[in-house]
């Protein structure tokens, strides 16, 4: 059974441009979740989508965009990137219900120069 | 303001003892909480969890402890093993808010042969 994966791995972009990343969730699991990790910091919730709309959302801004497809995998879209942007994206599924653990994918490394 | 915070950035243990992972949150509404170990270049890795019924919750090796009135929670790990060595986080969830995750910042294990 296939656990979580996200491509791409790693990816470089310079500011202004605009980052797609995907997330296919483990099976079973019918949540996704978006996470962004800052060097040494613990990863930070972005949104998460159920039942392909946007369930709850972080304190981000609009430029971080996702979307759930019916097979359950998810993207998150980020435009007009900032430096700071830069960081490890985790994409994370569970199921719907509370008190349930997430399933955490590898990541992807985002570089923005 | 940070919400979950594990004070600690570091821990450095023998082969065999015992390491204690602590840490603090400010919500009263958490009523879930979740352990993660993190290996370099993988995303976090389940390891146990406790709900706020309950002050402690073991599997093999590993407990946690939760002290409600002192927001506070620790991880045990006996005894200690040099393959423990990775970065912990401790997260806290709200059952209203879905399975959103708050994380602290993590501890860095060292478990010395």
């Known amino acids: 059974d296939a656990g979580v994966t996200q491509s791409p791995t790693h990816l470089i972009k310079t500011r202004g441009q605009q980052v797609t990343l995907r997330c296919s969730p483990k099976s079973g699991h019918d949540t996704v979740s978006w996470y962004q990790q800052a060097l040494g910091q613990g990863p930070q919730f972005i949104f998460q989508?159920?039942?392909?709309?946007?369930?709850q959302r972080g304190n981000f801004p609009d430029r971080f965009s996702g979307h759930q497809f019916p097979n359950y995998s998810s993207e998150l879209n980020v435009n007009a990137l900032l430096l700071g942007d830069s960081a490890l994206y985790l994409c994370?599924?569970?199921?719907?219900?509370?008190?349930?653990?997430?399933?955490f994918g590898p990541g992807t490394r985002l570089t923005v120069l | 303001d940070q919400q979950v915070k594990q004070n600690s950035p570091s821990l450095s243990v023998q082969e065999g003892r015992i390491s204690i992972l602590n840490c603090d949150y400010t919500n009263s509404m958490f009523d879930y909480f979740l352990w993660y170990k993190k290996y370099p270049a993988e995303g976090p890795t389940f390891l146990i969890s406790?709900?706020?019924?309950?002050d402690k919750n073991e599997d093999g090796r590993f407990t946690v402890f939760l002290n409600k009135s002192a927001k506070h929670l620790s991880l045990h790990i006996v005894p200690s093993q040099p393959g423990d060595s990775a970065v912990y986080f401790c997260?806290?969830?709200?059952?209203?808010?879905?399975?959103?995750?708050?994380f602290g910042g993590g501890t860095r294990l060292m478990v010395k042969p």
């Open positions: 994370a599924s569970g199921t719907s219900g509370p008190y349930n653990e997430q399933f």
């Open positions: 406790i709900s706020s019924i309950k």
């Open positions: 997260a806290a969830s709200e059952a209203n808010a879905g399975n959103m995750l708050t």
């Open positions: 989508y159920y039942e392909e709309e946007e369930r």
